[in-house]
């Protein structure tokens, strides 16, 4: 029982590229453009010499390999998402005649963001790896710029919380292109570099509807609230700015534009029994109870395993008028009124329940529901228990994200595909079961279901082939050369060439010698080679990543 997972993280990063790319005009539009503006290490031009270069990196700029001396001027924020944030400075003076950016870039990985980076080891070093990215770009495009090969980055405070701070050192960056599914960076042949002049930055940024002053956003002093979107110092006990006394600051979905806002709010005490003068008292932030004035917002009828009216947020309401129940329009959407709680020893663990948190809205404690999905077909225990890949149990286990972990729910000769449903393995999973090709007969296949036996395609193709897999042979003679064109139905796929020899041929890294993964989804490969030696080779269609995979068509032809 073996199985395939899920990988979707380099489609969000190509995402989140052209999602901050858009960004880029928006936000050097509001930055300084003015070639003489004053950096935040205050410097000024007089210390650049900013002799230009040609194509092959000869710039007369004073740096011993002809590199472009420039310097970073005001700072701006290029744009953030659920997965990186990205801030830009104008490079002065211009570099060949077009204008370029610094841009910092960093991507949540299970890393440090506060510290000193050597930005040019490491994952770092390249593109499609990098967790602070220092790289350089031309207006909105991001397939070929200027990327970091020396350099020290040093932040003093987490930049996800929109505060750029600390300094840049030593930065060499080289002309590089952004190519294949990682996004990696690729060194242009004689292209030219820049060398960055050492900046020092502090800068807050607010987000976009912040009314009130930039400084005042996140500052560590006070909650100020009434400023459009919540101020993250309102989820911290810190004295609170624009509520009467007697008020809370609490989050507030704001349905229009997706955000939440900060509002004021009456604050109660459910343990207390300070009850409110108006509506009912239910749970704010930071376990500060807010008394809640739209009838609309509480089904007054409602108890604890009954269904809520429509639109209800809160149910089970007491004769003190205090909310001990929630409508469940959050997990399982089933509008079921389920107790409060605050942790999961609060609800009934031996029913496989846990204590859901609202965490995108107010109030941000939470109710007790089922740890499982609602789609969820095996027993509530088998759910993310840590020890097995459950598979066909009507939705993903996240434990299948974990390899390691044994399948339960297929069979031996099945694999779990996507942690949710098992299928059967393809009878040439492997070389040694390879299916025979006949030159000019087409045939059709499928990688659905096939284990990840080949993924160390490199140097053959630009990135490791992570992907189900599965192989064909033919049989050459010395000199005759071979093309394979392989068609997929909507996935993107690759193909790589093995051996000579016999099927333990495949085993060795070395042993490839052809392949090709340049393009898109949906669009045909081919690879050609002419044989040196005869034999039998085996051509093996692959894919970048576990997540594609499907059905295909190969054709290939031998001349002479």
């Not at 509807?209 to 005042?216: I, P, Q, R, V």
């Not at 663990?349 to 995108?360: L, P």
Request: hydrophobic letters at 30%; a negative charge; one cysteine or more.
């Amino acid at each position: 029982m073996r199985r395939h997972g899920p990988n979707a993280f380099w489609t969000m990063r190509a995402s989140t590229l052209s999602f901050l790319g858009a960004l880029a005009v928006l936000s050097t539009a509001c930055g300084d453009d003015d070639a003489t503006a004053d950096t935040d290490a205050g410097t000024n031009d007089a210390s650049i010499d900013g002799g230009g270069s040609d194509a092959g990196g000869n710039g007369d700029a004073g740096d011993p390999d002809g590199c472009i001396a420039v310097r970073a001027t005001t700072w701006t924020l290029e744009g953030l998402d659920d997965v990186s944030i990205g801030y830009l400075a104008r490079l002065v003076p211009e570099v060949d005649g077009d204008v370029y950016d610094l841009s910092i870039q960093f991507y949540r990985y299970e890393t440090e963001y506060v510290g000193t980076f050597d930005v040019s080891t490491g994952p770092d070093s390249n593109h499609e790896s990098c967790a602070h990215c220092v790289q350089a770009w031309h207006g909105t495009d991001r397939s070929r710029g200027f990327f970091v090969t020396e350099g020290t980055l040093e932040l003093t405070s987490d930049p996800f919380e929109m505060r750029l701070a600390g300094s840049l050192t030593g930065a060499r960056l080289i002309e590089v292109t952004i190519e294949g599914p990682t996004l990696m960076s690729v060194p242009v042949p004689d292209g030219r570099c820049l060398v960055v002049e050492d900046v020092e930055f502090d800068r807050t940024f607010a987000p976009e509807g912040w009314t009130c002053a930039t400084e005042s956003w996140h500052d560590g002093e006070t909650c100020d609230c009434g400023c459009g979107p919540i101020d993250p110092d309102c989820y911290e006990d810190l004295p609170i700015e624009g509520c009467f006394p007697g008020e809370v600051c609490v989050g507030v979905p704001n349905q229009e534009i997706l955000r939440i806002d900060g509002a004021c709010k009456e604050a109660c005490d459910r343990a207390t029994g300070d009850a409110c003068d108006v509506g009912v008292c239910s749970f704010g932030p930071n376990n500060v109870d807010v008394c809640v004035s739209e009838l609309e917002d509480w089904d007054p009828e409602a108890d604890v395993g009954e269904t809520c009216a429509e639109g209800a947020g809160f149910c089970a309401i007491d004769e003190g008028g205090f909310v001990r129940g929630v409508c469940d329009i959050h997990d399982r959407n089933d509008r079921e009124c389920k107790p409060t709680c605050d942790e999961d020893t609060d609800c009934d663990v031996a029913a496989f329940e846990r204590c859901y948190t609202i965490t995108a809205g107010w109030p941000p404690e939470g109710f007790c529901s089922p740890r499982y999905p609602l789609d969820w077909t095996c027993s509530g225990d088998r759910y993310e228990d840590g020890t097995y890949c459950d598979c066909a149990c009507g939705v993903f286990d996240p434990d299948c994200y974990d390899e390691t972990r044994a399948v339960r729910g297929c069979g031996d000769d099945e694999t779990c595909v996507d942690g949710s449903a098992c299928e059967p393995i393809p009878a040439n999973d492997t070389c040694a079961a390879a299916i025979p090709l006949t030159p000019g007969t087409p045939v059709t296949g499928n990688t659905l279901g096939a284990l990840p036996q080949y993924a160390a395609a490199t140097p053959c193709v630009t990135s490791e082939q992570r992907g189900p897999d599965v192989v064909y042979s033919i049989a050459l003679t010395a000199g005759q050369t071979l093309t394979v064109t392989a068609t997929p139905s909507e996935h993107n796929l690759a193909l790589s060439l093995r051996g000579p020899g016999a099927a333990s041929v495949c085993d060795a890294t070395s042993s490839c010698i052809a392949g090709v993964d340049a393009r898109e989804r949906a669009m045909a490969e081919t690879l050609t080679h002419t044989a040196t030696t005869a034999g039998t080779y085996y051509v093996i269609v692959d894919s970048f990543w576990s997540g594609e995979y499907g059905e295909f068509t190969l054709n290939a032809t031998v001349t002479p």
